[in-house]
């Protein structure tokens, strides 16, 4: 059964860190952009950050740009998203999604096209 699973979510103060990951189980993600999205309440779901099959090439939004980072273990079929300075605008539900490459990373994320598998999302909250 193919299946992606996101944890490390959870509730956090202003200025703190969360790392999430993203487990698949009944395929390898070697061969797949890999995007993380997230959707806050009342608000349209939208890219935060997407990594290339290889690693070599990431994309971020520019209002998580210098405050996350992307990466992926092969080994452990898993990407993460660690995420640090995180403000009250990062709450939101984050998922994380698998597709084959048919545009570049960036477009991928920006219109949240080509990911063909998706995670049940872990939720975000940051509050005092």
């Known amino acids: 059964q193919v299946q992606l699973v996101e944890s490390g979510g959870g509730l956090v103060q202003p200025g703190g860190s969360l790392r999430l990951s993203c487990a698949a189980s009944g395929f390898t993600l070697n061969y797949y952009a890999i995007g993380w999205f997230r959707q806050a309440p009342g608000k349209e779901r939208e890219g935060v950050s997407c990594i290339s099959s290889s690693g070599g090439i990431t994309y971020y939004a520019d209002s998580v740009k210098g405050r996350f980072t992307i990466s992926r273990d092969s080994a452990k079929n898993t990407v993460y998203l660690q995420m640090n300075t995180l403000k009250p605008e990062d709450t939101a539900v984050y998922y994380c999604?698998?597709?084959?490459?048919?545009?570049?990373?960036?477009?991928?994320?920006?219109?949240?096209?080509?990911?063909?598998?998706w995670g049940q999302g872990t939720q975000v909250t940051v509050s005092s």
């Open positions: 999604a698998a597709g084959p490459h048919i545009t570049t990373v960036q477009a991928m994320c920006v219109f949240i096209r080509g990911f063909d598998y």
